[in-house]
Structure formats: structure tokens, C-alpha cells
């Protein structure tokens, strides 16, 4: 099983659409939760990170279920400009100093 | 402005060649990671270091290696015994704390001539 498991899609949504995201991951001791943005040939991007009592960035909220061992990524209103990969990305903390472990990222096109 | 740089943008490698790809950071951050990424995958952890003068490898070390004389660089070489070099590596760095998020330079594409 991978430790960060994401729904590669691809998502094809017309603009103005919600699309939600979920990824899942395997470590309890997870301490922290991120979402990344990717743009096609370019670096991962931080979106946002998630907290325990969910958080919400303008059209972004993103929500984690430590019971379940669930994170996800909530976009209304979807524009152009959202088409990228998503990438689900979980820091265990404690000895792994600084790790990151990354999903294999989710595919967003929205189309007008 | 402050960040992270990698160099060259695209690197070519010849059969057998070693090859080393720049990271430098301008952050005054003490960690530094080194990451790959091929088509379709999430990043895989190559090696990280946590302070000068020491590193650590990560998921996939064999084929590489690094050093960290400098807070500010941590120049990665792709070896010839790393016999699947092509990639997208990306350079990321942050304070160390574990729970903060890491920002990334632009990455380096390296093609096998």
C-alpha cells in the first residue's frame, strides 16, 4: 500500500463547477498535511495546509479526518486557471526530521 | 529577492558520465532536500540534510550523491551508476521544523544522450 494514495483522474470540469479531491495515507503519527499545487513543468507550489479543524482559503477549503486517516481538497466556483495537478503531501514529523511524502498528484482540467 | 535556484534548467548526460545538478538558497534555511519526479509520480526523496557538513539518505539514494559544505548549497551528482537518470529533479528547503511545509526552486530536467 502506498503511504499517500490520490485519485490520479484526470477531472474534466466545466468552469464555475465544484470538484472535490480526497487522498488517503497510512502513517498515524502523520503530524502534518499540505496541498500542493503543480503547474505542468514547473515546481510544486504550496496551496494551503490542512488543520484538524479544517480551513478554508477563499474558493479552497480542505478538511482532514485524523480518525480516518483522510485528507481533502474542496474547489467551488472552479476557474481556467485551477487546471494543474494537486499533489496530497503528508510530514510524519517526530524522528523523520522535515520528510515529506507526496501523492502521486491529481489531474484538474477545467474547461470553458 | 529571496529563494531557491537550481541550474542548468535542462542537462544532458552522456553514457557513463556523472553529472551534478546546482541547489542554492538564499533563505537561511538549515534543511535542504533533494527530490525526483518521473511522469505521472508524486516526488521521491533522494537525500536531505538537516545542517552543514551532514545529510541523510532518503527512498532512493543509490546512484546519487551530495555534500553540504555550505549553509546556502547542496549540489546533488547523478552518478553513472544510477542507470534510469531521466527526470525532473527539484530542489526544496525550510527551517527544519517538522511539521513546516518546504518550498521548491524551479527543478532541473536531466535527459540521457
Known amino acids: 500500500r502506498k503511504e499517500v494514495e490520490q485519485d490520479p483522474g484526470p477531472f474534466n470540469v466545466p468552469e464555475g463547477a465544484t470538484v472535490a479531491f480526497n487522498c488517503t495515507y497510512s502513517n498515524s503519527a502523520s503530524q502534518s498535511f499540505f496541498w500542493y499545487r503543480q503547474d505542468c513543468r514547473k515546481e510544486p507550489k504550496l496551496l494551503m495546509s490542512v488543520y484538524s479543524s479544517g480551513n478554508e482559503d477563499g474558493r479552497f477549503t480542505a478538511q482532514l479526518n485524523r480518525a480516518s486517516q483522510y485528507i481533502s481538497l474542496l474547489i467551488r466556483d472552479s476557474k481556467l486557471s485551477d487546471s494543474a495537478t494537486y499533489l496530497c503531501?503528508?510530514?510524519?514529523?517526530?524522528?523523520?526530521?522535515?520528510?515529506?511524502?507526496f501523492g502521486q498528484g491529481t489531474i484538474l482540467t477545467v474547461h470553458p | 529577492d529571496g529563494g531557491i535556484t537550481q541550474s542548468p534548467k535542462y542537462l544532458f548526460r552522456k553514457e557513463g558520465q556523472n553529472v551534478t545538478l546546482s541547489c542554492e538558497q538564499n533563505l537561511n534555511h538549515d534543511a535542504m532536500y533533494w527530490y525526483r519526479q518521473d511522469p505521472g509520480q508524486g516526488l521521491r526523496l533522494i537525500y536531505y540534510?538537516?545542517?552543514?557538513?551532514?545529510?541523510q539518505k532518503g527512498d532512493i539514494a543509490e546512484g546519487y550523491s551530495v555534500s553540504r559544505e555550505k549553509k546556502e548549497s547542496f549540489p546533488l551528482t547523478v552518478t553513472s551508476a544510477q542507470k534510469n537518470p531521466t527526470a525532473f529533479y527539484l530542489c526544496a528547503s525550510n527551517t527544519g521544523d517538522p511539521v513546516e511545509t518546504q518550498y521548491f526552486g524551479p527543478g532541473t530536467r536531466l535527459l540521457v544522450l
Open positions: 540534510s538537516q545542517i552543514v557538513n551532514d545529510f
Open positions: 503531501v503528508v510530514s510524519a514529523g517526530g524522528t523523520s526530521y522535515g520528510k515529506l511524502t
